[in-house]
């Protein structure tokens, strides 16, 4: 059983297109993330729910827009795709909120 | 607010050579610490922790951190590396018991083990 699992692992879209992505947890955690990694694999926060509460919403363009159904889902919508969205994005779970982290496998953006 | 520095963003070594990967933190409350790895392709996996208690910890796959609080470092070694340890290893802080917050990581090194 995956611990943390986010579809589709690749994605290849076109400037201006709205794309999701999905991630679903079972272990049982409270707390849900999406990370964001560049090309040069910096790995930055971009939002945590905590029961299904936004919790951290960082400096991140209102195209991205999470959202948690429940504590065992929470995926991530993108509106109109740009280039520089092209990245790795890892959503990932914990027990609390700032303890250890795990992740999922990712999920590669390319938009052209 | 948190930051966390790698001070190595890459480290090449032979193969059985030792090798120390750099981290240290910036913090104005306790911290929690982390080690993770990265493989090619894949996504992050825990190597090793600090929470509490002992300074040193150690991992299944004979890696070990030791929690600097004087010097705000948390340093990864390995007496003998493998071809096999050949990945990115990245540094994460977390303000311990603080609500709201969620890891930070440092940029990354990339280990590679040569024969």
């Known amino acids: 059983d995956t611990a943390v699992s986010q579809t589709p692992k690749y994605l290849v879209t076109q400037m201006g297109n709205d794309k999701s992505i999905k991630c679903e947890q079972n272990l049982g955690h409270d707390t849900m993330y999406w990370y964001k990694q560049d090309s040069k694999k910096f790995l930055k926060i971009m939002f945590s729910y905590n029961n299904k509460e936004l919790i951290i919403n960082e400096t991140v363009p209102n195209r991205f827009s999470p959202k948690s159904p429940d504590k065992a889902h929470l995926n991530l919508h993108i509106n109109s795709l740009e280039l520089g969205d092209s990245a790795v994005y890892f959503c990932a779970s914990s027990q609390a909120a700032n303890t250890e982290a795990f992740f999922g496998q990712g999920t590669r953006l390319t938009v052209v | 607010a948190q930051s966390v520095t790698q001070l190595d963003s890459q480290v090449p070594v032979f193969e059985e050579a030792p090798v120390e990967l750099r981290c240290n933190y910036s913090s104005s409350v306790s911290v929690y610490l982390f080690w993770y790895v990265q493989y090619p392709n894949q996504g992050l996996q825990l190597l090793l922790k600090y929470l509490s208690g002992s300074t040193l910890v150690e991992s299944i796959n004979g890696f070990e951190a030791e929690f600097n609080k004087s010097q705000t470092s948390f340093h990864l070694r390995k007496p003998s590396v493998h071809i096999s340890d050949t990945a990115e290893y990245f540094c994460?802080?977390?303000?311990?018991?603080?609500?709201?917050?969620?890891?930070?990581f440092g940029k990354g090194t990339t280990l590679s083990v040569s024969s």
């Open positions: 994460a802080v977390s303000e311990g018991g603080q609500a709201g917050t969620a890891l930070i």
